[in-house]
């Protein structure tokens, strides 16, 4: 049984925001794959990029149901004109529309609540990482491509608040501690994938991030595993569509 043709599916972003949001779902039976765009991205990416090509056997083989999503990065992280505090508000409307409105699609198509897995590749990393921080209940799994896990590296400006600090993996994961750090080291893995070849370093701060990150959640005794490719490997679409489907077999 082949699974080419997605499903659409669309609502407001809401929280004041005009923007209407879409979904693509691909497959038929599986677990349920959350992916996010890279930067400024929309759900027809991972398609038009090779990356749901890439994973097709495991549509056809009943696997994995991929769900794509729209980002709102030209509005968050992306939009130069808003001080950073204010970019964190928008990443929170996003999150929160994620939450109430994708999160339970999901589960409708799939016929029941189960564990997600988040993936992204660039700024989409980002996303599934702090997605499943977040959310470690509802997606215990994350693997990032080529992501930068620290916020403040972005050329952001002006003040910052608790909403910069919730919204960045390498602000709090530091100072995760008590009962939460266990329930997160019991129920949380991540994959963070990155190549040490062009633009891996600059201008995208990937492989420093996460040359960063990793032992720092490591640190904290939650599973975290860091894949180095080789010095030929780019930040790109080639690459990514090999990297995932190395790493998202074993957990489907």
């Not at 696997?63 to 508000?89: F, H, M, Q, T």
């Not at 609540?113 to 702090?130: E, F, N, R």
């Not at 209940?137 to 400006?157: C, E, F, H, K, M």
């Amino acid at each position: 049984m082949t699974s080419t043709e997605p499903r659409r599916f669309s609502s407001p972003l809401g929280s004041g925001i005009d923007r209407t949001m879409e979904v693509l779902a691909y497959g038929h039976f599986g677990r349920p794959v959350l992916v996010f765009p890279s930067e400024a991205g929309r759900a027809v990416d991972y398609a038009d990029n090779g990356m749901v090509a890439a994973l097709q056997p495991l549509l056809d083989q009943g696997r994995i149901k991929l769900y794509c999503v729209d980002s709102v990065d030209d509005l968050s992280w992306s939009n130069r004109s808003l001080p950073i505090e204010e970019r964190a508000g928008v990443h929170k409307a996003y999150t929160s529309w994620l939450e109430q409105t994708v999160v339970p699609f999901i589960a409708e198509d799939c016929g029941g609540t189960l564990d997600l897995i988040t993936t992204g590749c660039s700024m989409g990393a980002y996303h599934a990482v702090h997605f499943s921080f977040e959310r470690a209940d509802i997606a215990p799994v994350a693997i990032g491509l080529s992501g930068n896990y620290d916020v403040r590296t972005w050329r952001l400006w002006g003040e910052s608040s608790d909403l910069t600090y919730f919204a960045n993996p390498t602000d709090f994961v530091p100072n995760l501690n008590g009962d939460h750090l266990q329930w997160l080291q019991r129920r949380l893995e991540l994959v963070l994938v990155v190549g040490q070849g062009a633009w891996e370093t600059h201008p995208t701060g990937s492989l420093p991030s996460a040359l960063q990150f990793a032992p720092m959640v490591q640190g904290k005794g939650i599973r975290c595993e860091l894949d180095l490719w080789g010095t030929d490997v780019s930040h790109d679409w080639e690459w990514w569509r090999r990297e995932i489907a190395h790493h998202l077999p074993r957990f489907c």
